[in-house]
């Protein structure tokens, strides 16, 4: 039988896992336990390609793989019957046959990530791994006025990790917002590709400089110095949830409303999508 190339849309849970990626020790990652799950429902061993590799502690809403098979099976075989395998905080949310052509990283145009931020005087008991907490009161318009210096195609040095082994700093901005959701703050971000700990070190900026420590200028300075060390505190993974990536339509990824789901629907203006 011919092969057949497989895109899923998976949710998951990041805080009981190393991270994405399948690593030599024995160590819980999201990759390992769907390749598991595939394996089982295919009957020969399964390689996933994701869209974007996560951190430890880092949640998906939408996360898009891919993997070939030989074994011919109706969609529901791969979402419901692969979730019957995935343990309880890792589910299937949607499965399409695609072109072969098809490539989940590589045919990504844009990825979008939200960075949830939990404000109260108290911790939360439940979510607690779900959100980031601060007690401390933000200043919604200063993060609001501050994230725009970081719109549009920036050497985002001062934003990635020391570690980060991107050969550029260049990246794109296509949309970054911040939102307002009762006692949730939410940091919605959209790019070409992201750097390592991009958005976590964008977090800590605005919720330095939504606290009143560092006034909104303070964005622009840290952008235009292109140094790590100018960056101030890189925020928790918790509160980090990859919540979307865009393809060209010919593709037929399927779409899923946009996460983390126990946040408000917001409706929002079409866009185009890069080329």
């Not at 001062?158 to 296509?174: D, E, H, N, Y």
């Not at 009762?182 to 800590?204: C, E, P, S």
């Not at 949830?241 to 010919?250: I, N």
Request: aromatic content about 12%; overall charge neutral.
């Amino acid at each position: 039988m011919s092969k057949q190339k497989v895109a899923l849309v998976v949710e998951y849970d990041g805080a009981a896992y190393k991270g994405w990626q399948a690593q030599k020790f024995d160590v819980a990652t999201v990759q390992e336990c769907l390749e598991v799950a595939l394996s089982k429902i295919a009957n020969h061993p399964v390689t996933v390609i994701c869209a974007g590799r996560t951190d430890a502690g880092v949640h998906a809403s939408a996360q898009v793989v891919h993997f070939e098979t030989d074994s011919h099976r109706p969609l529901r075989a791969w979402t419901l019957g692969v979730n019957t395998h995935l343990p309880p905080d890792i589910s299937v949310k949607a499965a399409a046959y695609v072109a072969d052509d098809f490539h989940a990283r590589f045919s990504a145009v844009s990825r979008r990530y939200r960075y949830v931020i939990y404000q109260s005087e108290y911790r939360p008991a439940v979510m607690g791994k779900g959100v980031t907490w601060t007690y401390k009161e933000l200043d919604i318009k200063a993060m609001q006025a501050a994230c725009q210096y970081f719109k549009g195609t920036h050497d985002f040095t001062s934003f990635r990790a020391v570690g980060c082994q991107a050969k550029s700093p260049v990246r794109t901005i296509l949309n970054f917002s911040v939102d307002h959701f009762g006692q949730y703050i939410v940091l919605d971000v959209r790019a070409n590709a992201f750097l390592h700990h991009m958005i976590r070190n964008f977090a800590g900026v605005l919720m330095t400089i939504g606290a009143g420590e560092q006034p909104v200028e303070w964005a622009k300075q840290v952008l235009e110095a292109k140094d790590r060390a100018q960056g101030g505190i890189t925020a928790p993974p918790f509160g980090l949830y990859l919540v979307d990536a865009e393809y060209p339509e010919e593709f037929g990824v399927p779409k899923l409303p946009l996460g983390p789901h126990f946040l408000p629907f917001k409706e929002e203006p079409a866009y185009e999508l890069p080329r």
